[in-house]
T-cell receptor, first 113, second 116 residues
Framework: GGIITQTPKFLIGQEGQKLTLKCQQN?????MYWYRQDSGKGLRLIYY???????QKGDLSEGYDASREKKSSFSLTVTSAQKNEMAVFLC????????????FGSGTRLTVL | GDSVTQTEGQVTVSESKSLIINCTYS????????LFWYVRYPGEGLQLLLK?????QKGSSRGFEATYNKEATSFHLQKASVQESDSAVYYC?????????????FGTGTSLLVDP
């Protein structure tokens, strides 16, 4: 079986700081996703990528950049962290572009001081 | 846009009792969306519990069932007899075609606590 590895597990930043979250998958999946999870708000899609070097905006892309330089990796950048921001960022992958079944990483918990 | 509604944020059920977690959806695609239940057990990552891609069909896994009801636009999750190990957060989701590929839209999740 495969695995999705997210680093770091915990990320603490300062207001205004640029912060980067990384995700690696060894499923050889085509499509990768970044979701943000806030308490009581479920998961909201930030960016997804259906192949290497492709980027598609989700519902919550403002304030974020993403990069898919390799098929196996997908990084997310918070361009300017907001004070008191706290959320969990989840990376996922799926075999094709049909989102039939997503496999998730364990998440990166962000805290902004 | 697409949306998934889970009305219960938290549910407490006694062990061996029955369970229903409500889910309704709204999709913008011309066809019918695919419907999913994902689950996150304590200390674990989010994982697929069951999926149904055909309207009118039922999906099942680990004793849970959900039926794709396109008339009511519902996909409620049910179990006849819950166990303490079922305590987890359950998310209903749909996949629908966006401008480029499909994307998965999630509900806000229902936290299930099973009392022993």
């Amino acid at each position: 079986g495969g695995i999705i590895t997210q680093t770091p597990k915990f990320l603490i930043g300062q207001e205004g700081q640029k912060l980067t979250l990384k995700c690696q998958q060894n499923f050889n999946h085509d499509t990768m996703y970044w979701y943000r999870q806030d308490s009581g708000k479920g998961l909201r899609l930030i960016y997804y990528s259906i192949t290497e070097n492709d980027l598609q905006k989700g519902d919550l892309s403002e304030g974020y950049d993403a990069s898919r330089e390799k098929k196996s990796s997908f990084s997310l950048t918070v361009t300017s962290a907001q004070k008191n921001e706290m959320a969990v960022f989840l990376c996922a992958s799926s075999m094709g572009a049909s989102a039939e079944t997503l496999y998730f990483g364990s998440g990166t918990r962000l805290t902004v001081l | 846009g697409d949306s998934v509604t889970q009305t219960e944020g938290q549910v407490t059920v006694s062990e061996s009792k029955s369970l229903i977690i409500n889910c309704t959806y709204s999709a913008t695609s011309i066809g019918y969306p695919n419907l999913f239940w994902y689950v996150r057990y304590p200390g674990e990552g989010l994982q697929l519990l069951l999926k149904v891609i055909t309207a009118g069909q039922k999906g099942s896994s680990r004793g849970f069932e959900a039926t794709y009801n396109k008339e009511a636009t519902s996909f409620h999750l049910q179990k006849a007899s819950v166990q303490e190990s079922d305590s987890a957060v359950y998310y209903c989701a749909l996949s629908d075609r966006g401008n480029m590929g499909y994307k998965l839209t999630f509900g806000t999740g229902t936290s299930l606590l099973v009392d022993p």
